[in-house]
Nanobody, 124 residues
């Protein structure tokens, strides 16, 4: 399994931006789909964005479309999530996850490895 560590969360005002990063270790991210998920209190975990190994296939959850951008740097074994125009409803714990030989459209249950999560809080 690959080990994942997220960073970049914090408190931001509505309309602001944050950039989350996910650093992978233990093995190369070759053939791994990388995804960002989030979970707010009392809600189910939902997909934010996912990207294929080559970066050619990207999917976004409805809440992320037009505001968030996922990217990956395979040479550095990292994945990032740029979040702009943040809203209070974006408040959640954000998780980085890896899915070996999967699809960017796969549900969270298909992901093999997870980070510990990073809290994002958007104030109104």
């Amino acid at each position: 399994q690959v080990q994942l560590v997220e960073s970049g969360g914090g408190l931001v005002q509505a309309g602001g931006s944050l950039r989350l990063s996910c650093a992978a270790s233990g093995r190369s991210l070759d053939r791994y789909i990388m995804g960002w998920f989030r979970q707010a209190p009392g809600k189910e975990r939902e997909v934010v964005a996912a990207v294929s190994w080559s970066g050619s296939r990207i999917t976004y959850g409805d809440a992320a479309k037009g505001r968030f951008t996922i990217s990956r740097d395979n040479a550095k074994n990292t994945v990032a999530l740029q979040m702009n125009s943040l809203k209070p409803e974006d408040t959640a714990v954000y998780y980085c996850a890896a899915n070996y030989l999967g699809s960017p459209t796969a549900p969270y249950s298909a992901y093999d490895s997870w980070g510990q999560g990073t809290q994002v809080t958007v104030s109104s």
